[in-house]
Nanobody, 124 residues
Framework: QGQLVESGGGSVQAGGSLKLTCVAS???????MAWFRQAPGLEREIIAD???????TYGDAVKGRFTISRDFAKNTEYLFMDKLKPDDAGVYYC???????????????????WGQGTQVTVSS
């Protein structure tokens, strides 16, 4: 069973930046991975995902501000978040599925492995 562990969340002022890290115990070099956000009272929504070849796809709300990347040698996924807004706040989850290609932004149900989440707070 794969395990994903996120870190890097915290509190930041609007306009600031954070970098989230997800370390995987499974071999993530061959699978699609993603970052999701869940705000209080709302469904978990995908922020970005990244194919096995390192190609990232982003939700419209974060394009140009967030960057998803991965280090295959370290089985690690990253999310660099810049120009943060209060609407970006929530619990961020790392996820992975059992196939190489994401085929665009995928719903939460498509992902098999999940981290425990890391809280991001953005103050205005």
């Amino acid at each position: 069973q794969g395990q994903l562990v996120e870190s890097g969340g915290g509190s930041v002022q609007a306009g600031g930046s954070l970098k989230l890290t997800c370390v995987a115990s499974l071999d993530t070099g061959a699978v699609c991975m993603a970052w999701f956000r869940q705000a209080p009272g709302l469904e978990r929504e995908i922020i970005a995902d990244i194919d096995a070849d390192g190609t990232g796809t982003y939700g419209d709300a974060v394009k140009g501000r967030f960057t998803i990347s991965r280090d295959f040698a370290k089985n690690t996924e990253y999310l660099f978040m810049d120009k943060l807004k209060p609407d970006d706040a929530g619990v961020y989850y790392c996820a992975a599925m059992n196939r190489r290609w994401c085929y665009g932004l995928r719903p939460a149900a498509d992902f098999t492995y999940w981290g425990q989440g890391t809280q991001v707070t953005v103050s205005s």
